[in-house]
């Protein structure tokens, strides 16, 4: 279903951001017209067929919210819980993301909705590749070049750019970024959400010396935290506390990462949960979010500081490696208490930014070393986080709505063009 002019969908979380920017003179109400609706919605729903024989209809979206930059850029999600509007608000925010860091894309985002634990690897094969099918016209390396989010992966993304190579009757690598290397991919994608983040962090803490000195803790262990944890144990911060969906793990003195990267990750094909680990303090996940810490990174799924919890947290700076953790509501509270916020837009943009050079390096037929990538990415991610410290500085806003002016100020003066 693709609907069209009309306000038949609202995302309200988007129109409460856009509102507040209004609000504080970041975006004129004549310009408000610009990113107050999504361009594209697209609802399909295909059949799939079970290892049983039975018949399941999947549900599954893409909104493309703005390609005044460029071609629409957003990863596919499956969730159980995933709908039209957290699509939508997750295509808004990369349509910010990818302007802020200056890169020639617009924002787009896809879901389907089902749980990943109750398919066969056979079965989600059929799901990815039905997904293609259903959207082939919306999508493409010009048009709308999708990559893998949460619960997706590189395999993933293989299945799909075959499928979308099938119908198209030519090599398409550029269709899709997080492929494996050997379809296309980028050296430095897999852990480029991290790394960009962890880039943004060294700058701020630049000033410390010994970096043992500075506490953290990390919500979700999964692709994102977990590589993050690894960087700052290996340059020498102290992780106390990391949690996944079965709760955390808590040491004042610090927890051996390594350690508990292979034992989570170590086993081929299986991945442990933290709660079955038996060398460490058990926490639950809320307390972890209200540790005495200094730096806290939420890493899993949107929404989880609220105005419930806002008030508890104790982390003097929180950096969103997460889309959307942080709630408007609970944000005012943590600005009141002088809580430093480093907003996702800005600190989880390392994987479009790689997910860019990808595709560069598909049309231009290169392959870069992961040298290379990383050095790009640093240049790129730090070079917004400074861009953004200084309008922060200029004109005393928070670094959301610095990072949010930046933005749009960049759409703005494009279709002006």
Not at 10 to 35: F, Y
Not at 263 to 275: D, F, H, P, S, V
Not at 294 to 305: E, N
Not at 400 to 410: E, G, H, N, V
Request: glycine residues 8%; neutral net charge.
């Amino acid at each position: 279903m693709i609907y069209g002019e009309g306000e038949l969908i609202v995302c309200q979380n988007c129109k409460t951001e856009l509102e507040n920017i209004r609000q504080e003179k970041l975006l004129s109400k004549d310009r408000l017209i610009l990113l107050k609706q999504p361009e594209r919605i697209v609802q399909v729903n295909y059949p799939i067929t079970k290892n049983d024989n039975s018949v399941k209809i999947i549900t599954a979206w893409r909104v493309q919210y703005n390609t005044i930059l460029g071609p629409g850029k957003g990863g596919i999600r499956f969730h159980p819980a995933v709908d039209l509007d957290e699509v939508t608000e997750l295509a808004f925010g990369m349509t910010l993301k990818t302007s802020l860091v200056d890169l020639p894309y617009g924002g787009a985002k896809g879901g389907v909705r089902i749980n990943p634990e109750n398919y066969s690897d056979k079965e989600l094969e059929q799901i990815a590749r039905g997904y293609v099918r259903a959207l082939f016209e919306v999508l493409g390396p010009h048009k709308d070049i999708p990559a893998p989010d949460v619960n997706t992966n590189p395999q993933i993304m293989a299945w799909m750019l075959d499928e979308y190579e099938k119908i198209a009757g030519k090599p398409s690598p550029a269709f899709i970024t997080g492929k494996p290397i050997e379809k296309g991919g980028s050296e430095g994608r897999d852990r480029s959400t991290a790394r960009g983040g962890f880039y943004i962090l060294e700058k701020e803490y630049e000033s410390v010396i010994d970096k043992s000195e500075i506490t953290v803790a990390i919500q979700g262990f999964g692709n994102a935290g977990s590589v993050m944890a690894d960087l700052l144990f290996k340059a020498g911060y102290k992780v106390v506390a990391v949690s996944d969906s079965s709760g955390g793990l808590y040491n004042k003195d610090g927890l051996d990462i390594p350690k508990l990267i292979d034992y989570i990750y170590g086993e081929e094909n299986k991945i442990k949960k933290l709660i079955t680990y038996q060398e460490e303090q058990k926490i639950s996940n809320e307390e972890l979010l209200t540790a005495e810490v200094d730096l806290l990174i939420p890493a899993a799924l949107g929404g989880v500081i609220t105005a419930k919890n806002a008030e508890k947290i104790k982390a003097k700076m929180i950096l969103e490696l997460a889309n959307g953790p942080i709630l408007p509501i609970a944000e005012r509270t943590l600005v009141n208490n002088e809580i430093k916020i480093i907003p996702g837009i800005l600190a989880n943009s390392g994987g479009v930014i790689v997910s860019y050079f990808e595709w560069r390096q598909n049309l231009d037929n290169e392959h870069w070393s992961l040298e290379e990538v990383n050095d790009k990415l640093k240049e790129k991610i730090v070079g917004a986080y400074e861009e953004v410290k200084t309008m922060a500085r200029k004109e005393n806003l928070t670094y959301r709505r610095a990072s949010y002016k930046l933005a749009i100020d960049r759409i703005v003066k494009k279709s002006n063009n």
